[in-house]
């Protein structure tokens, strides 16, 4: 039989490990490269950009325009690259606080 007081309290309980776990993105980071890895861009969890890297033969007047290009690469490919990390770490999160439910996908709670 269906016990729907167990159910609310599971969804009780995800609700408080999700609002953790999305309290916690900040702390999951990835890093983008450019230009075989002479610029660097770092996020988290939060798509918050942290941090550039930037190789030392780059920085000259004659290259502002790649450079530029390049920090918008690397930035790019971090905030693409963080999404599959928190979405792991939301699931991992809140592992096992549902009933698996036929029909009921809650794959889009993490994207």
């Known amino acids: 039989m269906f016990d729907m007081m167990g159910m609310l309290g599971k969804v009780k309980d995800l609700q ?3 609002k ?3 309290e916690t993105l900040g702390s999951i980071t990835e890093t983008g490269e450019s230009g075989a890895g002479m610029v660097r861009a770092t ?3 939060k798509k918050q950009l942290l941090k550039i890297e930037i190789d030392q033969d780059l920085i000259t007047p004659e290259d502002r325009e790649v450079l530029q290009d390049l920090i918008v690469a690397a930035t790019n490919i971090a905030m693409e690259n963080i999404d599959d990390k ?5 699931q991992n999160a809140t592992k096992g606080l549902m009933p698996n439910i036929p029909g009921m ?5 993490f994207s």
């Open 43 to 45: 996020v988290n969890g």
């Open 16 to 18: 408080v490990k999700m």
């Open 86 to 90: 928190v979405k792991a770490h939301l």
């Open 20 to 22: 953790e776990a999305q």
């Open 105 to 109: 996908d809650l794959n889009g709670m």
